[in-house]
């Protein structure tokens, strides 16, 4: 149960500092994808959930991608940026950046690395 706190607090804190970045004010939109590259399925583990649930919870305008977007994003693609979780894990130790995108595929905003030595994934991505 510790684990599970201590993990959530971890991921507070990432997405607490992201929103103190003045990177992030010109941007309307949080785009959450509903897969990740390293990901196999819509959403596996939970994750695409809730990295949502943790920007809408933070005040950001969150936005799944591929699903109905409001018209001004629509019109200018430019107004959102893009949360994409890569996963640069090695064989023993799980490893998660969150990396916040433009619409040029720049990189404005980026987590540190987030680790995890669990053995079930779905405990380690959300600890890491």
Same mark, same amino acid.
């Given at each position: 149960?510790?684990?599970?706190?201590?993990?959530? $607090?971890?991921?507070?804190?990432?997405?607490?500092?992201?929103?103190?970045?003045?990177?992030? #004010?010109?941007?309307?939109?949080?785009? +959450?994808?509903?897969?990740?590259?390293?990901?196999?399925?819509? #959403?596996?583990?939970?994750? #695409?959930?809730?990295?949502?649930?943790? $920007?809408?919870?933070?005040?950001? #305008?969150?936005?799944?991608?591929?699903? =109905?977007?409001?018209?001004?994003?629509?019109?200018?693609?430019?107004?959102?940026?893009? *949360?994409?979780?890569?996963?640069?894990?090695? +064989?023993?130790?799980?490893?998660?950046?969150?990396?916040?995108?433009?619409? @040029?595929?720049? =990189?404005?905003?980026?987590?540190? +690395?987030? @680790?995890?030595? /669990?053995?079930?994934? /779905?405990? *380690?991505?959300? /600890? *890491?």
């Amino acid at each position: 149960m510790s684990k599970k706190i201590l993990s959530l $607090f971890f991921f507070f804190s990432l997405i607490t500092n992201l929103y103190s970045q003045d990177q992030l #004010n010109p941007y309307k939109y949080v785009m +959450i994808k509903k897969q990740y590259d390293f990901q196999d399925t819509e #959403n596996k583990y939970r994750l #695409n959930t809730m990295t949502k649930y943790h $920007f809408d919870q933070r005040g950001f #305008n969150t936005v799944v991608k591929d699903e =109905t977007v409001p018209d001004d994003l629509h019109e200018n693609p430019c107004l959102g940026v893009t *949360a994409d979780l890569e996963d640069v894990s090695n +064989i023993l130790v799980l490893k998660v950046q969150m990396k916040l995108k433009n619409c @040029r595929d720049e =990189t404005v905003v980026q987590t540190i +690395i987030g @680790r995890s030595k /669990e053995k079930w994934y /779905e405990d *380690a991505y959300k /600890e *890491a």
